[in-house]
């Protein structure tokens, strides 16, 4: 295992380099999916709704992957080989996605051809997201861990956590501003071949590392992988639920069995020292964290909490779509009928929000909590979820009353041509800024939540457990529009998400998400007495 080099100031010097790589990977990734409903609807003439769906579904997919992902590299590969291997497919599925833009733009093709490659680019990107996204936070994590292999303290946890998501907020915002402007002005074959450049120099970057990593191998409890221990944990599990008549069903046969022997000649509580075991020491001496069913024990006690993020999560898919889509209906120029902004652009308001208030939450707030509070960290992790749960309703409530302010103006305006609408597109920027805020709080909350709470061989599946909230978010975003098409749609094309923006009501439905973020925020709340920080 290779020693990481450490800085002064406690983070590894690999450490930093994976949160560069991140940085660069973010840069290409939202690039691509900041602007893709705009692709969609312009480019492959998709409608409103069914762009958004076909993008909250990618989302969910994207980010639902890693739990996959993560199993394997924690079962069978090792980190460091999957991120490398990722890297390649990702690479591969952006050049595809660049070739077929290209060819759409100057040749003449099916459009149910061009839809079918377009997509399988895209879901290309997210296989290799499966194992790219949960590796590689982890493995950046796993570079802070001194060669005694003691675990990091909680303060310098969350200073990576805290690091890590502004790297990727930075690049994020190169990303959502960089590739906007040149998307809409230079065309989707740049748009999409400076992304593809951007990952290739990711992972240039990574390999130039490899020296200074820490890598670790993989770890079994009694000669299985993770993925064997848990079916063998659920297997076990369905035993003793539903035991055979006159029976004992105990986990490890040889163990157990003399176990329920002793226990006939001696009613007195048994240790593993009252019997011999022939295993070797180490396994002898196996942790808390690799006991039989540990691992399946730990998932299950987080899923309440993961449940109750899914509102959150939907609001989360809010910026890439519906909050770019209403950009479109507002006055978008500067200086009368110049520079015009992409509606896509607004959406760095979230990442320089984000840049801004890392550094200030640990120089500011945390001291400030820490007074009233006494915790070391200022707040909880549960606490920090919390705040940002109750700023993304804020957001929500926001978004609302700009809505119903843009659809007002076109009322008033009565049988006049009035979209784009007089009010400006920095009515948004409220909306965005308070859900870039709360991001800090809750999304870097979610990641040290998830990853402080698996045992230590599943650090990648803590990680995937966070991603795979955005997922399932994505997912119930996707289910939440049909199901508000079907009931609001009228037989002339009306609804809540009209393609005609005069007639769209998206302000029920930032209404709604409110509604049930603020049921979800009061049950997180309720729930968080049976954890401790």
């Not at 064997?228 to 986990?251: D, H, M, N, Q, Y």
Request: aromatic letters at 12%; proline letters at 4%.
């Amino acid at each position: 295992m290779a020693a990481a080099a450490t800085d002064s100031g406690g983070l590894s010097k690999s450490c930093i380099l994976i949160i560069v790589v991140a940085s660069v990977e973010r840069f290409a990734y939202k690039g691509v999916v900041s602007n893709l409903v705009t692709y969609l609807t312009d480019v492959v003439k998709l409608s409103t709704s069914s762009a958004a769906k076909n993008v909250n579904t990618w989302c969910g997919v994207t980010s639902m992957l890693p739990l996959v992902g993560a199993f394997l590299a924690d079962s069978y590969w090792d980190r460091y080989s999957t991120i490398l291997a990722s890297s390649l497919l990702y690479i591969l599925g952006l050049v595809s996605l660049t070739i077929w833009a290209l060819l759409w733009a100057f040749t003449p093709i099916s459009k149910t051809i061009f839809a079918a490659a377009l997509f399988s680019s895209l879901y290309l990107i997210s296989m290799a997201q499966g194992g790219y996204n949960p590796c590689l936070q982890a493995f950046g994590a796993e570079q802070l861990e001194r060669e005694d292999q003691k675990e990091m303290n909680s303060e310098k946890k969350s200073k990576f956590f805290q690091w890590w998501y502004f790297g990727i907020c930075t690049g994020s915002l190169m990303g959502v501003t960089l590739m906007s402007y040149i998307q809409d002005n230079f065309g989707w074959g740049w748009g999409f071949a400076i992304p593809t450049m951007g990952m290739a120099m990711s992972a240039i970057c990574f390999s130039y590392g490899t020296p200074l990593y820490v890598r670790k191998k993989i770890t079994k409890v009694r000669d299985q992988t993770i993925i064997e221990e848990t079916l063998r944990s659920f297997k076990e599990a369905l035993k003793k639920v539903v035991p055979a008549a006159g029976t004992i069903r105990l986990p490890s046969q040889r163990y157990d069995e003399e176990v329920a022997e002793l226990e006939l000649q001696d009613n007195k509580p048994l240790m593993k020292e009252d019997f011999p075991i022939s295993v070797s020491d180490s396994a002898a001496s196996t942790t808390k964290d690799e006991e039989p069913g540990a691992d399946v024990r730990a998932i299950v006690k987080l899923l309440p909490v993961w449940a109750m993020l899914l509102p959150f999560a939907v609001i989360f898919q809010q910026p890439a779509t519906f909050f770019t889509k209403q950009g479109t209906a507002m006055r978008r120029n500067i200086g009368g009928d110049g520079f015009m902004i992409p509606p896509a652009t607004l959406q760095s308001a979230i990442t320089l929000s984000i840049i801004l208030l890392v550094p200030l939450y640990d120089h500011a707030v945390v001291p400030a909590f820490r007074l009233l509070t006494g915790n070391e960290k200022g707040i909880t992790v549960l606490q920090r979820i919390a705040v940002g749960m109750f700023l993304s309703v804020l957001a929500m409530v926001v978004a609302a009353l700009v809505e119903a302010k843009r659809l007002g103006m076109v009322r008033r305006a009565a049988g006049v041509a009035v979209v784009p609408t007089p009010l400006s597109i920095f009515w948004l920027l409220p909306q965005y800024i308070l859900l870039g805020v709360s991001d800090v709080f809750t999304v870097v909350g979610m990641q040290e939540f998830f990853y402080a709470r698996v045992p230590t061989r599943m650090r990648s599946v803590g990680i995937a457990m966070y991603l795979s909230v955005f997922g399932v978010g994505s997912f119930l975003s996707a289910i939440l529009i049909t199901v508000i098409e079907m009931v609001t749609s009228s037989s002339d094309g009306g609804g809540w998400f009209s393609d005609d923006m005069g007639e769209a009501r998206l302000d029920n439905y930032y209404w709604l998400l409110a509604l049930s973020s603020s049921i979800s925020l009061i049950s997180f709340i309720a729930l968080c007495r049976h954890y401790t920080d």
